[in-house]
């Protein structure tokens, strides 16, 4: 299947910084990606929709001045966390989906946040 | 809207015993419906998939699911569980061949030796 990769895999930053989180897609295009981010046990709740070339488009209840998103190509976007707080600790996953010829979604590995 | 439901938590099984995690969904079109699991702090890997065709469909590592369009169902299943299948499994819908996927809760599988 397509892969999509995710840097870095862990981080660990403290209050008030930014970090940049890069999800790419290694063997497609993608014109679309999503970004999620997931608690403990729980499911993945989706943030925003990634558009190469555009605005992203944001979920009820996601601040989009404190994730800023940017799809600069169509083989990367990035999630960048501004400010960080403890509370924006978390998993967070990127996923893609070649523009044709599947309807499945590949996710990154993921990003572990830890804001101290 | 369209909404998934996994009404297990968690799945307990002994290996070699078949395996069943159970999904429901609810879309207004025609369902894409996939089956993704999760190993501890990766993403999710992807499993199998229906979008039309045979009811009946079969994925990575043994595993199959059955879509059943009266019973809005859409079970995932293993005749023979491994060790190595304890992770989380998620059940996910799409209404149609574009837009957000949604997610169902997530089920803990764990089998034992």
Redesign the interface.
Known sequence: ?AV?S?HPS?VICKSGTSVKIECRSLDFQATTM?WYRQFP????M?MA?SNEGSKATYEQGVEKDKFLINHASLTLSTLTVTSAHPEDSS?Y?C?ASPSTGT????????T?LTVV | AQSVAQPEDQVNVAEGNPLTVKCTYSVSGNP?L?W?VQYP??????LL?Y?TGDNLVKGSYGFEAEFNKSQTSFHLKKPSALVSDSA?Y?CAV?DG?WG??Q????T?VVVTP
Do not use: D, P
């Open positions: 299947g999509v995710q862990w999503f046990k729980q499911s993945l989706l929709t998993f996953i996923s309807e499945e979604a590949f996710f990154g590995q993921g572990r | 894409y996939f993704y702090n990766r993403g999710l890997q992807f998939k979008i989380l998620f799409r061949s957000k996927l997610f169902g809760a997530g803990q």
